[in-house]
């Protein structure tokens, strides 16, 4: 039988013993402990999940690995290369990539009656993954795109659709300027989507693979380039890797080079300004775990001064000093066990309040959201209850140590 575990649930457990200051003090532990996990357990949802929405809105529009000409150094270039049946099999074979699909770039001039805006145009053929862009559409419905014919569809933001005032159905011209011409074409619009990304929206519009194709002045399997996804984006320099050397000694019919480039590298700011988050998570996590470790620290010392009489007559019937020490740690130990208790339930019920209804709403322009995205970990949130328990519980080893100097004779006359 574990003596001091007995003693501490006795103690623990007998409500009429809580007197004086112990109540207080030991309510204001628990809430120490429960507010600062519930906080740690918000702010780690919210950076999994903004993170996780940012870098799903980048890769939606670049795929996670792009296959381009070894040439080019800008995404819109006229170095092109021929990604035929054979080298997309090849490049989908490759363990890790789950979608291969082809794009072609072409820079142009949307115009209005009353006005006129510069995009780029990104044609995508048949095999293109939707997913993302069916997920941002506020308007309309995606045509379905091809690469042997097409019916002009344009897919734009609500960005562009608002300065040019354009909806649904309406039909706009596009002019592209050549080497020796100006090619017009008029295109309808069958969608408009919102990833309240600046970069995307004020410049992406998307079309037939076809109609990009033509403008440049390219035929069959020639386009700017692939784009590769991969199956897990944690793994994703090691997947590069295996295409980089899938590549590293293959060129296409024409000769061309090809290079892979992670998204990581196509848009280092973004990514770095995203870990960089993780730091703001360490700094809450540690001032969180400091006030929990501050409160139960208080709240101990407030409980071995009163109970010293109990203490001298545990030690007084033979309790040795680790045993009283034990007692009152196993007694810190159900102080936090119920303050984690309730911050998981404070905690979680806010991230699924929010993932669910949304109240708290963002500007969108600012943090290309408009609402706080939220994300729950379960292994995660394990880990905090296990670190929480563990560092509270290390903080406290010294000041148990209190209850081990205090005197047997002198503490039956303590009150």
């Known amino acids: 039988m574990n003596f001091p575990l007995y003693i501490a649930r006795r103690i623990y457990g007998d409500e009429g013993d809580r007197r004086k200051v112990s109540r207080p003090a030991i309510r204001i532990a628990t809430i120490g402990v429960a507010i600062g996990l519930a906080v740690m357990i918000v702010t780690v949802a919210v950076v999994l ?10 890769v939606g529009f670049g795929s996670h690995i792009q296959i381009q000409n070894s040439l080019a150094v800008t995404p819109v270039t006229d170095h092109n290369i021929c990604l035929d049946d054979t080298l997309m099999q090849a490049l989908a074979d490759v363990q890790g990539i789950r979608h291969v699909a082809r794009y072609t770039m072409a820079q142009g001039i949307l115009k209005t009656d009353d006005d006129f805006l510069g995009v780029t145009l990104k044609g995508v053929g048949p095999e293109y993954d939707t997913a993302f862009l069916n997920d941002c ?8 795109f091809c690469d042997t014919a097409t019916n002009y569809p344009l897919v734009v933001s609500k960005t562009m659709a608002d300065k ?28 408009i989507y919102q990833t309240n990304m600046k970069r995307f929206d004020d410049l992406v519009c998307i079309t037939d693979l076809y109609v990009a194709q033509k403008l440049n002045g390219w035929h069959g399997d020639q386009c700017t380039g692939g784009e590769l996804l991969v199956d897990d984006f944690d793994r994703l320099q090691q997947t590069q890797r295996r295409v980089l050397a ?31 988050l993780d730091i703001n998570v360490w700094i809450i996590l540690a001032l969180m775990v400091a006030v929990a470790g501050f409160t139960m620290v208080s709240g101990l010392l407030i409980i071995i001064l009163e109970r010293t009489q109990t203490i001298g007559i545990l030690k007084a ?29 404070v905690g979680i019920a806010v991230v699924l309040l929010q993932e ?10 600012t943090y290309y959201v408009s609402q706080a995205p939220m994300e729950l970990s379960l292994p995660l949130v ?3 209850n296990v670190a929480t328990l563990f560092i509270s519980v290390l ?15 002198r503490s039956m006359r303590y009150e």
């Open 49 to 58: 999940g903004f993170k996780h929405t940012i870098r799903d809105k980048v």
């Open 137 to 144: 559409l506020v308007e309309g419905q995606l045509p379905q």
């Open 164 to 191: 040019l005032r354009l909806s649904c159905g309406d039909r706009v011209f596009a002019y592209f300027v050549g080497d020796e011409d100006v090619r017009t074409r008029r295109f309808t619009i069958s969608a």
């Open 246 to 276: 899938l590549l590293r000694d293959t060129v296409d019919r024409q000769g061309n080079r090809l290079a892979p480039q992670a998204i990581t590298d196509i848009y280092p700011q973004v990514f770095s300004w995203l870990e960089l």
């Open 317 to 345: 019937l033979g309790a040795r000093n680790a045993s009283v020490r034990h007692t009152f740690l196993w007694f810190a130990v159900f102080i936090i066990g119920r303050g984690l208790l309730w911050g998981n339930i």
């Open 356 to 365: 669910y209804t949304g109240f708290v709403k963002l500007d969108a322009q």
């Open 382 to 384: 394990l880990l905090l």
């Open 395 to 409: 903080v406290l080893i010294v000041p148990s140590y209190l209850a081990s100097r205090v005197h047997p004779a």
